[in-house]
């Protein structure tokens, strides 16, 4: 398997991770929601100019996930994996691709938000070291986590424990 950068050739491919990755949760979502979670192509198209896509690929996509940096605060969203490669370690793979990144980018804060529904990726979350926030925003009716984890540039990770400040999402 490798992890790389996506282009927008690979739009099609990511589409169809994110689809296959929450279509067990659809009926969870609102329309909207699930729509926001799976993406559109116009959306794909504004995430690509402002955030980086990987994918990891194995005889084609099998995952995804996407980030970006304001100043010190790194973002992830849209972290997906094909039902088949769930438990081998891509996600695992993909999140690390993604805080290397930010990591390079000065980052010092990570976040990202979840929804309920999403309980296995809130445990994958907890043990790669974020902690929920305690900030709890509005996803198309339902409660959106945010969850955090700290980081310094040298590569020493741990948990924030002040309370966060409220940040923009992507």
């Not at 972290?79 to 993604?98: C, Q, R, S, T, Y």
Request: charged content about 25%.
């Amino acid at each position: 398997m490798v992890i790389r950068k996506a282009t927008p050739a690979d739009s099609p491919a990511i589409l169809a991770v994110l689809r296959a990755a929450f279509a067990p949760f659809e009926s969870r979502y609102t329309p909207a929601g699930f729509e926001d979670t799976v993406l559109t192509p116009d959306i794909l198209r504004e995430r690509f100019k402002s955030m980086t896509i990987f994918v990891a690929e194995d005889q084609g996509i099998v995952g995804t996930i996407a980030c970006a940096a304001n100043g010190e605060e790194g973002h992830l969203r849209g972290m997906g994996v094909l039902p088949a490669w769930l438990g081998k370690g891509v996600a695992a793979e993909l999140l690390g691709a993604a805080e290397v990144e930010l990591r390079a980018m000065k980052c010092k804060r990570l976040t990202l938000d979840t929804t309920e529904p999403l309980q296995r990726a809130m445990r994958f979350y907890e043990k790669h070291g974020y902690r929920r926030s305690g900030r709890v925003g509005d996803f198309f009716g339902m409660p959106l986590y945010e969850y955090e984890k700290t980081i310094t540039t040298e590569g020493t990770e741990g948990t924030k424990t002040s309370p966060s400040p409220s940040s923009p999402l992507w």
